[in-house]
């Protein structure tokens, strides 16, 4: 990406990365792989959560003028959602749901999961919402708006929504009983 660009890794003043929410392992590796980055440059790692980047997306294409809802999928038949304002700024949320339990009360729905379940969340397959997925220009210009503005980008914790697969082993089974 840096060759495509024309610049090299000591061009980079600064790592963005999305901190979920997401599959959890796919978002450990997001995490470690950016501070790895920028620890390796000596630069700082910029989080912001990956709903807020499509949210923003959505205002600067212009495909939303008034409160809305991103949702994402989440797998399991689930979705990844939250509420914005007009500006963009979210109101409510994360939070890991069932489709037809998201409040979109008439609000229009911008993400992947409006595409993935259209007949709870209003979306439409073939004519979607704003950007389906959040892209690396969403995030780098996020990051780029809310550093300007003063906000605090430091905190790279995982936004887990749900607790992971794996579970700790329970005491062995005998197998003489």
Do not use: N
């Amino acid at each position: 990406m840096l060759a495509q660009a024309g610049r090299a890794p000591a061009d980079l003043t600064g790592v963005a990365v999305g901190t979920g929410p997401g599959p959890f392992t796919g978002l450990r590796v997001g995490l470690v792989t950016a501070q790895a980055l920028a620890e390796a440059l000596g630069v700082p790692a910029h989080g912001v959560c990956t709903l807020d980047v499509l949210a923003a997306e959505a205002v600067a294409l212009g495909a939303v003028d008034g409160p809305f809802v991103v949702a994402t999928d989440a797998r399991r038949r689930e979705v990844y959602w939250a509420a914005y304002d007009a500006a963009g700024e979210r109101t409510d949320g994360p939070h890991v749901d069932l489709p037809a339990s998201v409040p979109v009360d008439g609000r229009p729905v911008v993400g992947r999961g409006a595409s993935l379940y259209p007949e709870h969340l209003g979306g439409d397959p073939a004519d979607p919402i704003g950007p389906l997925d959040p892209s690396a220009a969403g995030l780098a210009d996020l990051v780029v708006r809310r550093l300007a503005r003063g906000d605090d980008l430091s905190d790279l914790s995982p936004r887990y929504l749900r607790r992971p697969d794996v579970h700790e082993a329970g005491p062995r089974k005998s197998v003489l009983t």
